[in-house]
């Protein structure tokens, strides 16, 4: 039995128990478990997947709770349109505050959202039309044509729908186009921001996306909590929440979808186990449970970083690996340029750092199916200037033509669309991804299935061909037989070489390869020299940067060399060996 199996059997268990003679406790205790799971699944998506913390999810669900409250008491509307009208306020809300927090780094996001939380607990907490701290009474029931939904084993069909269809949509969201772009962009985890963009993704669109999402599914659950509860007030969307749901997130394992659920329920039991033996021994009435949840929190970030839901999948049947179908339809691929076309002209290119002029002036031009090399010892400005020419940084003054058209002053995103891919020289792979997955990243540009289409699960066609288009570049560089591993797992010689598998399955015109060989094995460096003969047999166009100059000699039609930032020669491979200039420079370097 496959794991997806179990997850839809567990589906249809979880649904069918209402109509079971089950104790009304627990149905009460599951409803707020699918209650607060909704909440969680966007916490797994945002902070879990996507690296970025909110407190601020307890507000979401405050603004969906009390905007239908509104809508039904105060102006007697029915509880489907409060339902669109708390989705379309937070939505508006969600993406002012992440627009204005989310291009900011780090640390700005949770306090920004612990500042609207504790905003809207006292705004609401305030308004007369809200009811102040009484909150408002005597929500309507939900109805959807004669059937009522007033009782709480009826709601907790609506509440276990919405919850598995959002566990859904976000596991279908996790393996797809944006997914993946979602996935690389986690700052804790190795990733960031520069390898989407170099791929072509705005990765500030991915994390607003998942922002968004995360706060709809929070506000669902408060229209839900809201007709569940036939009131509000405003005490359940404090800062307290915010601060629980993050728990939640932790304990059960953040960043996968069971772990929402784990966490849910763990909480939600042991919080109810807690107010009944806490206060017993120590006596009076508080908040105990809260300082239990404060160790325990401690100790599973020390001992058990990835929460429980690790130590439970370990007994589930595994996950089934979707077949990859070679016979799937071709992307659409671009015209490339004829053999000898000007492809890419550098003119007179400059940056400076401060006082450190790092690239003097360089020029240089390639030709559709050259290999250019571009070399020079440790710190001459060889990665400088690769990363202007990609445009990962601005140029101080120059020119870069790709293809005629003017790319210098343009971002990496744009670079890559005009058709120049690239490899990293520190690898960045997402190391929790496939190899296949990672090499499907590359075909960003090639694809256009967005967010809803892939929870919806309208994007399968696509991610065919995705996938088969990656895994036609892993048996181009000879790595189809790992396609189904972690890509972490591999040593660094065979994750150089899927890096430039990615780089090729974005199609381009030109590839740059920042030292590719640098602490490769020997063993390594030959099977990559291999794989790059045949590509430029194949008439690829490559620009190679490195410091090797053997690995360069063999490989190269022509050959760049820099010498502290500045143009020192230019010419055959048998030309550069033969200059005194050049053999000055190593070893001079070398000394
Ligand atoms: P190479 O790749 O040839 O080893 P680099 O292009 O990395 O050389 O660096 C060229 C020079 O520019 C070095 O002196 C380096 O210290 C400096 N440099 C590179 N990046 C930066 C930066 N972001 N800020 C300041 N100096 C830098
Ligand atoms: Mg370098």
Redesign the pocket.
Known sequence: MKRSHLAAAAAVLLLALPFAPVPDFWITQLNYIGLFSLVVLGLVLLTGVGGLTSFGQAAFAGVGAYATAYLTTVLGLSPWLGLVAGLGITLVLALVIGALTLRMSGHYLPLATICWCLALYYLVGNLDALGKYDGLLGLPAVTLGDFSFQSERRIYLLIWLAALLAALGVTRLLDSRPGRIMRALNTNRGGGSTMPEAMGASTFRYKLVMFVVAALLASVSGWLYAHMQRSVNPSPFGIKFGIEYLFMAVLGGIGTVGGAFAGAALVKLAEDQLQAWLPVIFGGSGNYEIIVFGVVLVLVLRFAPDGLWPLIARWLPARGRRAVDENAPRLSARSHPEGGAALLDVRRIR?Q??G?V??NDISFAIRAGDIVGLI????????????LVSGV?PLTAGEVKLLGQRVDGRGSRDIARAGLSRTF?HVKLVPDMTVLENVALGCYLRTRSGTAAAMLGLDRAEEMQARAEALRQLRRIGLAGQAHELAGNLALGPQRLVEIARALASDPSLLLL??PAAGLRHKEKEALAEVLKQLKAEGLSLLL?E?DMDFVMKLTDRIVV?E??RHLMEGTPAEVQASPAVRAAYLGADE
Request: proline share 4%.
């Open positions: 940056k750092f401060g450190l790092a690239v020079g010892p440790n710190g001459a400005g060889k990665s400088t200037t690769f990363n940084l020289q920042d030292e940067v410091h820099m502290f930032g």
